[in-house]
């Protein structure tokens, strides 16, 4: 009888043994937890849509970045929902603003423990939900947004934000950005540039998060789900602008991309488990169909597998967690 020369299951025979000769792994500094901050709530609010996450109060989005300094993440990335929105979404810029406030409030609560960071773009702002102002035509202005982009990166700044995370695909913002902070004297502060950001379905529950009042769709800035080629001159063109990290959004189902972005470029990668993502397995945990721990390590292995360097994650608190108790 003839017997395998070669056993690989040797490898697999005990936890301890597949810990050790493990490829991929996960680190608590390599995850950022995303967080709604909202103006005007007396207490926290539930997400239905996102059953363990809830729009903020500044007191307890204080709480939530204290636990994941403890915790030893990486960083946050902080939203702001305001209580009003107009056509500029000038809200965004208000230094007493909500998401400067609660930029302010996220650096003195944790100091140098973690990156505190910020989602720069309008679509929480605008009263009709786009990611930049509208022109006499209904469209989304790209050039005009810029200007407007320019100046939101210097107020985060003053508020302490020491990373600015460009979100709305428009043409040339790392650019804008990056030149408006040199210029203001923040030559230190980073850039997470959303540089591939796909029109997705599974961006669902984040409208729910932030109050979207978008009317028609993204499709004419976000990017076509099909589209690779695409993805890689994005990124390009904002290494060339200056980014110092760029991101892949949303995760799951865009693991290719990931791929190669990361052999394109030789700064940092991070990618988004966005909303959606986070939804589906929470919804089958729920009805008892998959293990939610077991999924979610899965997750969150298979987006470093495909080389991301940072993993935006909504159970990146909890999963540091448990990291720090195996």
Same mark, same amino acid.
Not at 4 to 27: D, G, H, K, M, W
Not at 173 to 191: E, K
């Given at each position: 009888?003839?017997?395998?020369?070669e056993r690989?299951?040797?490898?697999?025979?005990?936890?301890?043994?597949?810990?050790?000769?493990?490829?991929?792994?996960?680190?608590?500094? $390599?995850?950022?937890?995303?967080?709604?901050?909202?103006?005007?709530?007396?207490?926290?609010?539930?997400?239905?849509?996102?059953?363990?996450?809830?729009?903020?109060?500044?007191?307890?989005?204080?709480?939530?970045?204290?636990?994941?300094?403890?915790?030893?993440?990486?960083?946050?990335?902080?939203?702001?929902?305001?209580?009003?929105?107009?056509?500029?979404?000038? =809200? *965004?810029?208000?230094?007493?603003?909500?998401?400067?406030?609660?930029?302010?409030? =996220?650096v003195s609560?944790?100091?140098?423990?973690?990156?505190?960071?910020?989602?720069?773009?309008?679509?929480?702002?605008?009263?009709?939900?786009?990611?930049?102002?509208?022109?006499?035509?209904?469209?989304?202005?790209?050039?005009?947004?810029?200007?407007?982009?320019?100046?939101?990166?210097?107020?985060?700044?003053?508020?302490?934000? $020491?990373?600015?995370?460009?979100? *709305?695909?428009?043409?040339?913002?790392? *650019?804008?950005?990056?030149?408006?902070?040199?210029?203001?004297?923040?030559?230190?502060?980073?850039?997470?540039?959303?540089?591939?950001?796909?029109?997705?379905?599974?961006?669902?529950?984040?409208?729910?998060?932030?109050?979207?009042?978008?009317?028609?769709?993204?499709?004419?800035?976000?990017?076509?789900?099909?589209?690779?080629?695409?993805?890689?001159?994005?990124?390009?063109?904002?290494?060339?602008?200056?980014?110092?990290?760029?991101?892949?959004?949303?995760?799951?189902?865009?693991?290719?991309?990931?791929?190669?972005?990361?052999?394109?470029?030789?700064?940092?990668?991070?990618?988004?488990?966005?909303?959606?993502?986070?939804?589906?397995v929470e919804?089958?945990? =729920?009805?008892?169909?998959?293990?939610?721990?077991?999924?979610?390590?899965?997750?969150?292995?298979?987006?470093?597998?495909?080389? =991301?360097?940072?993993?935006?994650?909504?159970?990146?608190?909890?999963?540091? $967690?448990?990291?720090?108790?195996?």
């Amino acid at each position: 009888m003839a017997f395998p020369v070669e056993r690989p299951r040797r490898l697999r025979t005990s936890a301890a043994v597949r810990r050790l000769v493990a490829e991929t792994t996960v680190e608590a500094r $390599q995850l950022v937890l995303p967080m709604f901050v909202a103006e005007g709530l007396a207490e926290p609010r539930a997400i239905s849509s996102m059953p363990g996450v809830v729009q903020h109060t500044r007191d307890s989005a204080r709480k939530a970045v204290a636990d994941a300094a403890e915790a030893d993440l990486g960083g946050v990335m902080l939203f702001g929902i305001p209580e009003h929105k107009n056509a500029s979404g000038s =809200a *965004g810029l208000d230094p007493h603003g909500i998401l400067n406030v609660a930029i302010a409030d =996220a650096v003195s609560e944790a100091g140098d423990a973690l990156v505190v960071m910020s989602d720069l773009c309008l679509d929480e702002f605008t009263d009709h939900g786009h990611c930049g102002v509208l022109d006499d035509r209904g469209r989304v202005d790209n050039d005009a947004t810029l200007a407007i982009y320019a100046q939101m990166g210097v107020a985060q700044a003053q508020a302490g934000a $020491q990373m600015v995370g460009p979100s *709305g695909m428009m043409d040339g913002q790392v *650019g804008a950005i990056r030149t408006a902070l040199d210029a203001a004297g923040f030559a230190d502060t980073s850039i997470l540039a959303y540089a591939t950001k796909y029109a997705s379905a599974f961006y669902g529950p984040f409208r729910e998060a932030v109050r979207s009042s978008l009317r028609g769709d993204r499709h004419t800035y976000q990017q076509a789900p099909a589209n690779i080629v695409e993805s890689l001159r994005e990124t390009a063109l904002d290494v060339a602008e200056g980014a110092d990290i760029v991101m892949v959004k949303p995760a799951l189902g865009y693991l290719d991309v990931l791929v190669a972005v990361r052999a394109a470029v030789d700064v940092p990668v991070a990618a988004y488990n966005v909303s959606g993502e986070y939804a589906m397995v929470e919804a089958a945990a =729920a009805h008892g169909w998959i293990d939610r721990e077991r999924a979610i390590d899965e997750t969150i292995v298979s987006i470093r597998r495909a080389g =991301a360097d940072i993993v935006l994650t909504y159970w990146a608190t909890e999963v540091a $967690q448990r990291l720090h108790r195996r």
